[in-house]
């Protein structure tokens, strides 16, 4: 377990897998809240175009991704706003001319070949360069000060977005901020599990909490906890084992889905009870013992 | 509560020759209405009758097609003053995808308030005020998902009331809200009212907030069709299409056995 400290790439991997681990999880439990569980994975397509044009522009593919995708958040977001009838068809279009915008771009750009893109779309968490680590400790600070600075105001936006604005919240502005948000996010993921199950990282750690939780607070919390566990853990089996780190990941976390939906019916059931003895004389479950 | 704004003796809501359109199809036709300080006024219709665009333009939701929207005295287009304002929308089935407390839910009410700050000692108070005075308290920690109608409606209702509003707006706060929860809300409006707030309320029967409304406006097809005060509402000599627009408590032996209807 130390010796993997040794390696300056694992000390990258790791640093990587927790920062993710913590941030993908905290933005996405706004996009579960309002039933946009998909936009990560729409994000994702988008920023291919912009790995690409890093690419062929030689630059950082990090910076580059994060503007194309930041800006193709903020269309689905202008679509979600002004989009007549079929706001799902102009979705579509946005995802699959981000994706083949990718491929075209990367095939224009000198011995550039869609192989190219194949790290973007699985990751590779190892290759993980110093100046990267750079860009993920900065993007996910941002990300997390937005997700736990503004979670209130997030909340009431995700939560009733009607009453938001007659609470007087900016709310078009919190929900531009929002999308760039994730966008930032599945740039900064794009390196430890890839851009094709990025999304898996944003949803399904807050899918397993909610399970078993009763309030959104403890549901992002636990959705946390659940998201650095897997990440970091999967880096770590996959240095060992010798197997693709964001397909580990992804796997763990279904695991651990798996596992609290398989405890779900015990912490209903004790809840029950506890019910039953606290408003026994509401006459809920009234055959329960009081108290027990 | 805030010390009155100048000009204090503005009409809260003030709505004149409001026009507005959903779709193609024209929903108001021209609707004069005025909610003065301390009063308590119901929407009244059938449905389709324009009663909750009404309300959704009162609040700025519906663009009017023309007509004017002052609230407090301020022209909609300025108004800033939000907190000033309580809504309790029209009850959704449509649940958010992750769990929240009722305290949760409770607790954006007091956003107006608090706005970036932490919430403070006076936030939680007022949250905790709002609870008991719709009787959740005792479910602050449980899940909105695992509550009943007319439970889920106290709880926006608390919402709302968290913000300390000196203007309630309600889209229909007792459809399908059981009667225990309907008693429960008349005595909370009541408080409010006491205290000095004005409210404008969509209703499809007056039920047991019947004594608390000063004047009803009953609209149909997207005009008012009369403003009246809501025992002559009751008179079927005088309208006799009011049997299908509002069943008068009174007329209608009503068995209280306190379940979901």
Redesign the interface.
């Known amino acids: 377990m130390i010796e993997i400290l040794d390696y300056a790439f694992m000390q990258r991997a790791l640093l990587a897998a927790l920062l993710v681990g913590v941030a993908a999880p905290a933005v996405g ?1 706004y996009l ?4 946009q ?1 998909i936009m990560g994975d729409g994000i994702g397509h988008i920023a291919l175009t912009g790995v690409a044009l890093g690419f062929l522009l030689s630059t950082n593919a990090v910076w580059t991704a994060v503007l194309v995708s930041a800006a193709g958040a903020v269309a689905i977001e202008l679509v979600r706003w002004y989009g007549k009838a079929r706001g799902d068809i102009a979705l579509a279009l946005l995802f699959y001319g981000g994706m083949a915008g990718g491929v075209m771009i990367i095939n224009l750009a000198p011995g550039g070949s869609t192989a190219d893109l194949l790290t973007a779309m699985f990751g590779s968490v190892t290759t993980v360069a110093a100046e990267d680590v750079t860009a993920v400790v900065l993007l996910s600070c941002a990300v997390l000060a937005v997700c736990l600075g503004l979670r ?2 997030l ?2 936006v ?3 977005e ?8 900016p709310v078009r502005l919190l929900n531009l901020l929002l999308a760039v948000t994730a966008a930032v996010t599945v740039t900064v993921a794009m390196r430890v599990v890839g851009l094709l199950l990025v999304s898996a990282l944003m949803v399904i750690p ?1 899918a397993a909490a ?1 399970q078993v ?5 403890v ?1 992002l919390g636990l959705s946390v906890t659940l998201g650095t566990l897997v990440a970091v853990s999967g880096t770590v089996v996959s240095f060992y084992a010798d197997v693709p780190p964001g397909a580990t990941i992804v796997l763990l976390a279904i695991a651990v889905f798996a596992a609290l939906a398989a405890l779900t019916p015990l912490v209903t059931r004790r809840r029950a009870v506890r019910a039953a003895g ?2 026994a004389p509401a006459g809920l479950l009234s055959r329960e013992p009081a108290g027990g | 509560m805030d010390v009155p704004a100048p000009g204090g003796s503005a009409p809260v809501i003030s709505l004149r020759g409001a026009h507005a359109v959903l779709g193609a199809r024209p929903v108001l036709r021209g609707i004069d209405l005025t909610v003065g300080r301390g009063e308590v006024v119901a929407l009244l219709g059938a449905n389709g009758s324009g009663k909750s665009t009404a309300v959704r333009a009162a609040i700025g939701r519906v663009p009017l097609t023309s007509g004017e929207l002052e609230l407090f005295g301020t022209p909609l287009r300025r108004f800033r003053d939000w907190r000033r304002v309580g809504y309790v929308p029209q009850r959704s089935t449509a649940a958010a995808g992750v769990p929240a407390t009722v305290r949760e839910v409770v607790s954006s009410g007091r956003l107006a308030r608090h706005r970036l700050r932490p919430l403070g000692r006076t936030d939680r108070a007022a949250v905790q005020r709002a609870l008991e005075l719709v009787g959740m308290a005792g479910r602050a920690k449980d899940s909105v998902s695992a509550l009943s109608g007319g439970q889920h409606q106290r709880v926006l209702i608390a919402r709302a009331l968290a913000g300390e509003p000196e203007l309630l707006i309600m889209d229909e706060p007792l459809a399908g809200v059981d009667l225990a929860s309907q008693h429960v809300l008349a005595d909370a409006l009541r408080d409010q009212v006491a205290s000095g707030a004005s409210v404008l309320l969509v209703l499809h029967e007056l039920g047991p907030l019947a004594p608390l409304i000063d004047r009803s406006v009953v609209l149909r097809d997207g005009r008012v069709e009369r403003v009246a005060r809501p025992e002559q509402l009751h008179d079927p000599a005088c309208h006799p299409h009011d049997s299908e627009v509002v069943h008068p408590a009174s007329a209608v032996p009503r068995i209280e056995t306190g379940q979901l209807s």
């Open positions: 439990i579960v809240q309002r039933h569980a209130r105001q909340f009431a995700c939560q009733d009607e009453f938001a604005r007659v609470t007087g919240l807050v909610q939780t009763r309030g959104f607070a549901t606290d408003e």
